[in-house]
Nanobody
Framework: QVQLVESGGGLVHAGGSLRLSCAAP????????MGWFRQAPGKEREFVAA????????YYADSVKGRFTISRDNAKNTGYLQMNSLKPEDTAAYYC?????????????????WGRGTQVTVSS
């Protein structure tokens, strides 16, 4: 079992920035893919971004491309989601996910491990 711990959510004005972190204490992500998903009230969970840890390939939803950046720090075994130019429609609970078996990174059902989520609220 891999426990994922997210941090970095909060309240920010439109146009502001936040950086989310995802760590797995005692684990390394070297053979994993890590993804970020979000879920707003009354909506389905949606893909935001993903990274294949070993090779660094990144993927983004069209809605965040150019504004969000996913990255990883091998030394800290931590993944990050830098969110810039935030919009009110980015308001959601953000979840970190990881798996060794991910083929289609945009599919939430391909991830085995999930964090509890961190709330991001963007005011207009």
């Amino acid at each position: 079992q891999v426990q994922l711990v997210e941090s970095g959510g909060g309240l920010v004005h439109a146009g502001g920035s936040l950086r989310l972190s995802c760590a797995a204490p005692g684990r390394t992500f070297s053979s994993y893919a890590m993804g970020w998903f979000r879920q707003a009230p009354g909506k389905e969970r949606e893909f935001v971004a993903a990274i294949r840890w070993s090779i660094g390939t990144t993927y983004y939803a069209d809605s965040v491309k150019g504004r969000f950046t996913i990255s990883r720090d091998n030394a800290k075994n931590t993944g990050y989601l830098q969110m810039n130019s935030l919009k009110p429609e980015d308001t959601a609970a953000y979840y970190c996910a990881a798996s060794r078996r991910v083929i289609v990174v945009t599919r939430s059902d391909e991830y085995d491990y999930w964090g509890r989520g961190t709330q991001v609220t963007v005011s207009s």
